[in-house]
């Protein structure tokens, strides 16, 4: 898809003044353009920080496109938990899928959360036992 160039609106007087008529705008003039605005998560994390749920936001994030980050495999026996300051938990659903992450999955799949959180909060991955998972259960 492609984008579109920013189209830059010319000030008409007749054409503002039917609107200001027509919407009963007081304004003599119309607003500026808007030039620099943010997306909502630019905006939207340094007020949830500032409340305290930052790490709940970042964590929400991750278990939306936990399959994603993870892959299918990988994310079908465990899932984000909590963050621990700069630490994420990470659920495993057996003992088995835990050692074998500990020994060879750990660090890519350390890469890829930082890759999708990108502001570098999470720095080692903590694996334990899922207390919501019985072992060999799919379901939580």
């Known amino acids: 898809?492609?984008?579109?160039?920013?189209?830059?609106?010319?000030?008409r007087p007749d054409y503002w003044r039917m609107q200001r008529e027509r919407l009963r705008i007081s304004a003599p003039r119309p607003p500026e353009p808007l030039r620099h605005t943010k997306r909502v998560?630019?905006?939207?994390?340094?007020?949830?920080?500032?409340?305290?749920?930052?790490?709940?936001?970042?964590v929400s994030r991750l278990h939306e496109d936990?399959?994603?980050?993870?892959?299918?495999?990988?994310?079908?026996?465990?899932?984000?938990?909590?963050?621990e300051g700069d630490r994420l938990v990470v659920y495993v659903d057996h003992p088995m899928w835990m050692s074998e992450l500990s020994r060879f999955g750990k660090g890519p799949l350390l890469e890829k959360v930082r890759r999708y959180v990108n502001d570098g909060s999470v720095q080692d991955l903590v694996l334990k036992i899922d207390p919501g998972r019985r072992p060999g259960s799919t379901s939580p």
Request: negative net charge; without cysteine; glycine residues 10%.
């Open 1 to 11: 898809m492609k984008e579109e160039p920013e189209r830059r609106r010319s000030y």
């Open 41 to 58: 998560d630019e905006v939207l994390a340094p007020v949830l920080g500032g409340m305290g749920l930052e790490d709940a936001f970042r």
């Open 66 to 83: 936990w399959a994603e980050i993870a892959g299918r495999p990988v994310a079908d026996h465990t899932r984000p938990g909590r963050l």
